[in-house]
């Protein structure tokens, strides 16, 4: 009995090494004869994704607040949060945004909620780079 379970496995991928080209072309028209269904499943799967992004969005403002620090502005559609000590593009790159707003949510103590304007005025003050290459300004 303990040696079925070796024997089904071994016999599984014997059959898979030598139908590999078959079971790729049935997988391929089936992919390609679903396109519908996978349409309708992207659709859903942005929606969804969307709401959860929404959601930790409100957790973490829940957890730092829902006003600007320095000037007290409260519109949310403006608010953005910001990391204390500076850094933010490289762990935001680093992490991705979902393992970025779960930190956020695990680790208040490092944010805080600041208005666009604010953000901007604390990276002028504090000469941290924008993402991306030095501007020139001529």
């Known amino acids: 009995m303990a040696d079925k379970p070796e024997r089904r496995r071994e016999y599984n991928r014997r059959y898979y090494e030598e139908n590999l080209?078959?079971?790729?072309?049935?997988?391929?028209?089936?992919?390609?004869a679903n396109?519908?269904?996978?349409?309708?499943?992207?659709?859903?799967?942005?929606?969804?994704?969307?709401?959860?992004r929404r959601q930790l969005r409100?957790?973490?403002?829940?957890?730092?607040?829902?006003?600007?620090?320095?000037?007290?502005?409260?519109?949310?559609?403006?608010?953005?949060?910001?990391?204390?000590n500076g850094g933010g593009t490289e762990e935001a790159r680093r992490l991705g945004p979902w393992k970025l707003a779960k930190r956020i949510i695990e680790h208040p103590e490092d944010y805080?909620?600041?208005?666009?304007?604010?953000n901007w005025i604390k990276r002028h003050e504090q000469n941290e780079q924008p993402s991306g290459p030095p501007r020139q300004f001529a």
Do not use: M, P, W
């Open 35 to 52: 396109e519908a269904y996978r349409n309708r499943t992207r659709e859903r799967t942005i929606i969804r994704n969307r709401e959860q």
């Open 112 to 118: 805080q909620i600041l208005c666009a304007n604010c």
């Open 58 to 84: 409100q957790k973490a403002f829940d957890l730092l607040g829902r006003l600007c620090i320095r000037c007290g502005f409260s519109d949310e559609r403006a608010l953005q949060v910001d990391h204390i």
């Open 21 to 32: 080209e078959t079971l790729k072309a049935q997988s391929r028209d089936k992919y390609q």
